[in-house]
C-alpha cells in the first residue's frame, strides 16, 4: 500500500510539473516545451552514463557534454543541419579522444594487458557513440515536432500513446496471462500483454482523433488534420496507433535488455516508485520518433 500511494504521489508531481511546462508554453512561450524536453534528455543522458559505469564501461564524458549542451541550440539556428553538425562535431571528439586515450580509465582488455597497447577499451567509444543516439538522437527529434507542427498536440500523442499502451498491457497481461513474451529479459511481459497494449495504444490514437480533429476541441493549440475527410484520417490514426503500440513495447523491452546488460533494475531513483528518467522514457522515445516520420509523410501530401 505504502508503494502504492509513493507511486501515486510521484505520478501527480511529475503531471502536474509536465501540464505547467505545457501552460508555460502556450501562454509564455514555445520555448518552455523545448526546455522540459531538455530537462528529460539531460536526465536520461546523465542515468545511462552511470548505468554504464557501474558495469564498468566508462563513455567520454565531453563529447556526450558538448552534444546534450549544443543540439537544441544549432537545431533552433540552423535546423536539421544544425542537428547534423551538433552529432559529428561530437562523434569526432568521442573518436579523437579514443585514438588519444591513455588507458587511465577502467579496465583494459585482457588481452592487451602485457602488450604495448594501452589506450582506453573500443567498448567506452561505441557506448558513447550508442549513447548519442539513445536517448538524445530520439529525443532530438522531439525537436523537430515542436517546431513544424503543434507542440503540445504532438507531444501529448508521444506520452498518451505508450502510456495507455503500457497500462493496458499490465492490466490485460496481469488478468489473462498466458505465455511469456520475452521470458529471459522481461520475465512478467505476457503475449496477452502484448495485445492489450497494442489496444491501448491504438485506442489512445482513437481518442486522440476524436478530441482534435472529429470535434475539435482544442483548436486554439493549432493542430492541422490529416485529411480532408475524416474517415481517411481515422485510418491514419488506427495505423499510427498499431505500429506506436508495436514500438512502444519494443522501446521498452529494449530498456530491459540494456538494464540487464548494465546489471541494474532502474536506471535511477529520481521519482520515486517510477525509477529515473529513462525508466519513463523507455517507449516514448520510440514514439517520438514515429511521430516524427508519420507527420513528415502525412503533411507531405
Known amino acids: ?36 524536453i531538455l530537462l528529460f534528455g539531460w536526465l536520461a543522458l546523465y542515468e545511462l552514463y552511470n548505468s554504464f559505469m557501474k558495469a564498468e564501461i566508462y563513455m567520454f564524458a565531453l563529447p556526450l557534454f558538448v552534444l546534450a549542451v549544443s543540439v537544441f541550440p544549432l537545431y533552433y539556428f540552423l535546423d536539421l543541419i544544425g542537428l547534423v553538425i551538433s552529432f559529428v562535431v561530437s562523434a569526432a571528439l568521442a573518436i579523437g579522444m579514443f585514438a588519444f586515450s591513455k588507458g587511465n580509465v577502467g579496465v583494459e582488455p585482457a588481452e592487451h594487458a602485457n602488450s604495448k597497447y594501452n589506450g582506453r577499451p573500443l567498448i567506452d567509444l561505441t557506448s558513447t557513440i550508442f549513447a548519442m543516439f539513445y536517448p538524445i538522437l530520439f529525443l532530438s527529434c522531439a525537436f523537430v515536432i515542436t517546431k513544424n507542427y503543434s507542440p503540445i498536440y504532438a507531444l501529448v500523442f508521444a506520452v498518451f500513446m505508450p502510456v495507455l499502451c503500457d497500462t ?25 500483454g502484448a495485445i492489450g497494449g497494442l489496444f491501448g495504444a491504438m485506442l489512445a490514437s482513437v481518442i486522440m482523433f476524436l478530441i482534435f480533429e472529429y470535434f475539435n476541441l482544442l483548436p486554439m493549440l493549432g493542430y492541422v488534420p490529416f485529411t480532408d475527410t475524416a474517415w481517411k484520417s481515422a485510418l491514419i490514426y488506427l495505423a499510427i496507433g498499431f505500429v506506436g503500440g508495436v514500438l512502444s513495447q519494443i522501446g521498452d523491452i529494449a530498456a530491459s535488455r540494456i538494464k540487464r ?9 529520481l521519482f520515486p516508485g517510477h525509477g529515473g528518467a529513462m525508466d519513463r522514457l523507455d517507449s516514448i522515445l520510440y514514439t517520438i520518433v514515429l511521430l516524427v516520420i508519420a507527420f513528415t509523410v502525412i503533411y507531405s501530401f
Open 168 to 192: 493496458f498491457a499490465y492490466w490485460v497481461g496481469s488478468t489473462v496471462k498466458g505465455k511469456k513474451l520475452c521470458p529471459s529479459i522481461s520475465p512478467k511481459k505476457t503475449i496477452s
Open 261 to 269: 546488460a548494465v546489471g541494474i533494475k532502474d536506471y535511477g531513483n
Open 1 to 36: 500500500m505504502k508503494t502504492f500511494f509513493i507511486r501515486t504521489f510521484t505520478a501527480l508531481i511529475m503531471i502536474a510539473f509536465v501540464i505547467a511546462m505545457f501552460v508555460l508554453s502556450y501562454f509564455v512561450h514555445p520555448v518552455f516545451i523545448d526546455i522540459l
